[in-house]
């Protein structure tokens, strides 16, 4: 799945791109960016919902990161913790 992130990076620069998001619960989620987190920085996401009663249907998303890594391809793997979402 495709998301659109807006946030600021471990380098204190503000940043807004296309990324993949790996999955996705009630609570919190895990996406890959080309990019390093800070531990607890807010990112906000729009994220494409392709299954459920409306297909399309858009989540807009603030959260925090809990946790940030390198992945093997290099990309980082963070892990969000969900604050707050509204279906629009």
Same mark, same amino acid.
């Given at each position: ?7 600021? &990076?471990? $380098? &204190?620069?503000?940043? /807004? #791109? !296309? +990324?993949? @998001? !790996? %999955? ?7 996406l890959? @960016? ?5 531990? +607890?920085?807010?990112? /906000? #996401?729009?994220?494409?919902?392709? %299954?459920?009663?409306v !297909?399309?249907?858009?989540? =807009?998303? %603030? ?5 940030? $890594?390198? *992945? $093997? !391809?290099? $990309?980082?793997?963070? =892990?969000?913790?969900?604050? *707050?979402? /509204?279906?629009i």
């Open positions: 799945m495709i998301a659109r992130v807006w946030g600021v &990076d471990s $380098h &204190d620069q503000p940043f /807004s #791109l !296309d +990324c993949v @998001l !790996d %999955n996705i619960s009630a609570s919190g989620l895990y890959r @960016l080309p990019r390093r987190m800070k531990f +607890c920085a807010s990112i /906000s #996401l729009a994220v494409r919902l392709p %299954n459920g009663p !297909d399309g249907r858009f989540a =807009a998303i %603030n959260g925090t990161v809990i946790r940030d $890594h390198v *992945e $093997h !391809d290099g $990309h980082t793997g963070v =892990a969000v913790k969900i604050i *707050e979402h /509204s279906f």
